[in-house]
DNA sequence: ATCTTGTTTTTGAAGAGTCAAAAATACTGG
DNA sequence: CCAGTATTTTTGACTCTTCAAAAACAAGAT
């Protein structure tokens, strides 16, 4: 009953690869795996037919793989290990948001349960981490509620940031110096197919256009 | 120039297992070790071979083995981790200093250098753990100092505890609820050879007799 | 339908860490 | 000094995770 870290990490790539499927998809090619993971499309298929043995995956050869519901319970808590512990560096330890990621991505293999629970009500049983991603409960549970982005939201509607959907520092800086972090209000004035670019305006008239590729990473709800 | 986690505890245990040595004896002896980690002599041997082409141990076939000053700075890296990972527990997670030793044994293998630094500093760049373990300096140098214990310091004389050298928990809790943690001041009244026993009195006139073999796990300097 | 291209699976091998049991060595009592 | 005991080293094997390269397969284009 023991997820080495390996384990753990194929888990959360197949949670994660799964998610992020165009609609319609349920299984997730192994050479996406592969390389979300950085391993050979050989290693990758080896260990997901341990996964399939061990009940924690679905694999369906020459075709993809998804999670079972026990793997993807412990996908959950895997997640939800990470994201308390990147809530944790922040809010306690001072680090900023942008420089927390590599961190909690070897702490959440570690880290006990009862430290988790302490940090959990030390933090107040916050439901997100910094970027805005949610935080499973105890028993490895999501509630995962639809979102609009920056690229389906109502325009000239006032919208509060909700979630950062990509971990990469570079893009979690330009968010930041944008002011375009979970909790800020900002409002969608245009978009433009042909240009591929969206319109924004935040705080006090700063206005900036961003592209299609980053609007649709910056997950939002109406303000109020 | 990465030492594995497997790599850092055989360092850790050759580093206490020579520290723990009976005076004269340099090299500490391939069973101890094993038994230390809990595996078995044959894996011992082939791992400390492994040190040595490493040039992190000194390895005497039949003999023992012992750290070479590389190896030995690689663990007072290890240590200071560990160390600072176990106050900070205590300290700023609220953890008794008997339940902290198991964690402190994961984290001290993943914590990153950043985080390590910030602990310190955020606890005022302590130099003893909760257990008063020196905690040895970014460039994994300890200073130690001999020390006195309860079978060795003056009697009749005021001292204050400095140091437990037992991680057991149901020590750690003897020396709780008897109140004998680091700190504290008491004062030997007598010892006892054929009774191999140690007189102690606490604050509060408290006393209580100890034997020699738990008195030798408790050092004390000069109360002052 | 067949050919080509791209993906996936197999196969053989490797390194790290481990064990069990056999072989070698050291140590101790007579 | 020799026998018997205890410790240490070797040997062969196993698990886990990985890779490279060969083989198998799927799918689109002609």
């Given amino acids: 009953m023991l997820a080495s870290s390996t384990v753990e990490n194929y888990l959360k790539a197949i949670y994660a690869g799964v998610n992020g499927l165009r609609p319609g998809l349920r299984l997730l090619p192994m050479g996406h795996l592969a390389s979300a993971l950085g391993v050979t499309p050989g290693t990758a298929t080896t260990m997901v037919k341990t996964l399939a043995e061990a009940g924690l995956a679905e694999y369906e050869p020459y075709v993809g793989v998804a999670l079972t519901p026990q793997g993807e319970r412990l996908a959950g808590l895997v997640l939800r290990r990470h994201r308390l ?118 705080t006090e008239a700063r206005r900036l256009t961003i592209g299609a590729r980053a609007a649709s990473k910056l997950q939002v709800r109406a303000a109020g």
């Fill in 85 to 202: 512990v990147e809530l944790f560096l922040v809010r306690v330890m001072g680090f900023g948001w942008d420089e927390v990621h590599d961190e909690a991505e070897h702490l959440e293999h570690v880290v006990s349960d009862r430290l988790i629970e302490r940090m959990d009500t030390m933090l107040g049983h916050p439901d997100a981490d910094p970027h805005g991603d949610p935080i499973p409960n105890a028993d490895g549970t999501i509630s995962p509620q639809p979102q609009d982005t920056l690229l389906t939201c109502p325009l000239g509607q006032p919208v509060t940031v909700t979630r950062v959907l990509d971990q990469n520092r570079a893009f979690l800086q330009f968010v930041e110096t944008n002011r375009l972090k979970p909790g800020e209000t900002i409002q969608v004035d245009g978009r433009d197919e042909s240009a591929d670019s969206v319109l924004v305006t935040g």
